[in-house]
């Protein structure tokens, strides 16, 4: 069975380096662990990667974030 996930260090190799440097920033940051999510969160927004949405937002209700705070977030 062959995935139908698109290889996206295979599409675009300098868009997934720089992807690789934001998370590097956002986990080596003081940023509190629920704050950490939010931001993973609005760049995967930004990306137009709803499965990394879904996973961060998961993250971050995992670590007590809010409901309200997700809601607001696309705003």
Request: proline fraction near 3%; charged fraction near 20%.
């Amino acid at each position: 069975m062959t995935s139908k996930r698109l290889n996206y260090y295979a599409a675009a190799p300098q868009a997934m380096k720089a992807m690789m440097g934001l998370e590097k920033a956002i986990s080596e940051s003081v940023l509190p662990l629920s704050l950490r999510e939010l931001v993973r969160i609005r760049a995967s927004q930004i990306n137009g990667c709803a499965y990394c949405v879904d996973m961060h937002t998961t993250d971050a209700a995992n670590q007590g974030e809010t409901l309200r705070r997700l809601a607001a977030l696309s705003t």
